[in-house]
Each structure stands twice: as structure tokens, then as C-alpha cells.
């Protein structure tokens, strides 16, 4: 299950990013920025609950200037 929710977020921000990249997507938008914050949340999220702390420290350095 930990894999499951960890790849899920990890999808979540790569889509914003490929999209970014495509121009199919703005980097300022909403729409980028909430896939950003969910992604972040389910890896953070999942890093609390496994108590891994370098991924809670990656994961809260700022998922606002993602893109």
C-alpha cells in the first residue's frame, strides 16, 4: 500500500511537469500548483507515516516552486 500512495504522488508531479514542459500546461497556474500539492502531500504524507525522515525534509522544502 506504502508503494502504491508514494508512486500515485510521484505521477501526480511528474504530470504537472510533463504538462509544463508540453506548454500544455502554465507553470504559475492552479491547476499545476494543486497537482504539485497533492503529489507532495501523498509522498509527505506517507513519508510521516513510515517515519522517513530525509523524505519529509525533501518533501517540505517547498512544493509551492515546483512549477
Known sequence: ????VRLTGSALILLAFALAQAGRLGTGTWSCRWLNFAGSGLT???ALHERQWGSRLLEGRGWWSRC
Do not use: E, P
Open 1 to 4: 500500500m506504502s508503494m502504491t
Open 44 to 46: 509527505a504524507g506517507d
